[in-house]
């Protein structure tokens, strides 16, 4: 309902509200326009969110102190079966990429099929050059940095601090909103915003930092969901037994619940960054020429007709979030293989 990326470079003439929006504040500067289309989009953004919320809040699981994980039994005929059922989705995503990334390598496709590297001298095809791809690793880092730190401070309060007032239910309700709201309508909420604050916010827009607040702003509920609900399944003893122990909550932290969320806390870290990486909803109206993104220099190359050069870009961006989708699975396999104890049992140290 919300995406842009796709229906921009494949959608043709097929019009979507994402991209009315886009077309009516960058190609007619019809900012009053552009507003109501995204208060429709918003709309049904908001209701789904509502369904959602009443549908699930009711859901709790727990992790106990003395749980085993499932072992399933091996099956040859059930593994063949979900092999070949799970095999055929993933050759057609594999031919799509194949695509993107032969097509990087072809001169013109179909009538030249010379092979080049020229698509990947970015300079000739767009004013950013590599310096949008630079930027986007520059965005992703930082986002996902910051997004650690926030998303795991919030999802601990509402979840573990027992004192629950007004302050953490606002808290809470905060952090849950974002994901009902668009991207485009994140992005032309924050030029109303800083235009009507302009003398106090110069040294936010247009910059950087606009973009990192933006993107993780718009990424925020996702990972705090993440979170809270990994938070929500340890269980509260190991804290109460800390606390009968004289520990504090400092050595708690550090000791029990921060190595009980390592894998979590990977997981939750490649998806800032991942998604921080091929973001282009959210930031498409925030840029600026020293701010541009991979993302949108993909979008660029590809109205102005260097198809080819965009998908060099495309195949970059997901080559770089390949390799880190990789860390992390070896980072967590590394922490269960060298950390018997995780699965099993936690021990105080005070």
């Known amino acids: 309902l919300t995406d842009f990326g796709v229906p921009a470079i494949v959608g043709g003439n097929y019009r979507v509200l994402a991209t009315d929006i886009y077309q009516y504040i960058i190609g007619q500067y ?3 326009l552009g507003s109501v289309v995204a208060v429709l989009l918003l709309i049904p953004s908001l209701m789904i969110f509502c369904i959602d919320y009443l549908f699930f809040k009711k859901q709790k699981t727990t992790f106990m102190p003395h749980a085993i994980p499932y072992q399933p039994k091996p099956s040859m005929i059930k593994n063949s079966i979900l092999f070949i059922l799970s095999l055929i989705p993933a050759l057609f995503i594999a031919m799509i990429f194949m695509a993107a990334f032969i097509g990087s390598f072809i ?6 099929l010379t092979l080049t590297l020229s698509h990947y001298n970015f300079t000739h095809f767009d004013e950013a050059g590599w310096s949008s791809y630079i930027n986007s690793l520059l965005l992703a880092f930082c986002v996902s940095c910051l997004g650690l730190f926030l998303i795991s401070l919030t999802a601990y309060i509402t979840t573990r601090i027992k004192s629950r007032g007004l302050i953490t239910t606002l808290i809470h309700y905060v952090s849950s909103i974002s994901i009902a709201i668009p991207g485009v ?3 032309l909420s924050y030029i109303f915003f800083f235009s ?5 916010f110069n040294f936010l827009y247009p910059g950087f930092l606009v973009l990192v607040i933006n993107t993780l702003a718009h990424l925020y509920t996702t990972g705090y969901m993440l979170m809270r609900n990994h938070f929500g399944q340890i269980d509260e003893s190991f804290e109460k037994v800390g606390y009968s122990l004289h520990g504090k909550m400092t050595k708690i932290i550090g000791k029990i619940i921060l190595p009980l969320s390592l894998p979590a806390l990977l997981n939750l870290g490649t ?7 091929v973001t282009v909803s959210s930031v498409i109206f925030l840029y600026s020429a020293h701010t541009k993104l991979a993302s949108i220099a993909i979008v660029n190359m590809n109205d102005t007709g260097y198809t080819s050069s965009a998908a060099a870009m495309s195949i970059l961006i997901f080559l770089t979030v390949l390799c880190i989708v990789i860390l992390k699975n070896i980072l967590v396999k590394m922490i269960f293989a060298h950390a018997p104890w995780y699965q099993y049992n936690v021990k105080l140290i005070f």
């Open 196 to 200: 009507s604050f302009a003398p106090l």
């Open 185 to 187: 309508v994140f992005g």
């Open 107 to 112: 001169t013109y496709w179909p009538y030249n």
């Open 271 to 277: 998806y800032l960054f991942t998604n921080s990486m």
């Open 30 to 32: 019809n900012f009053s």
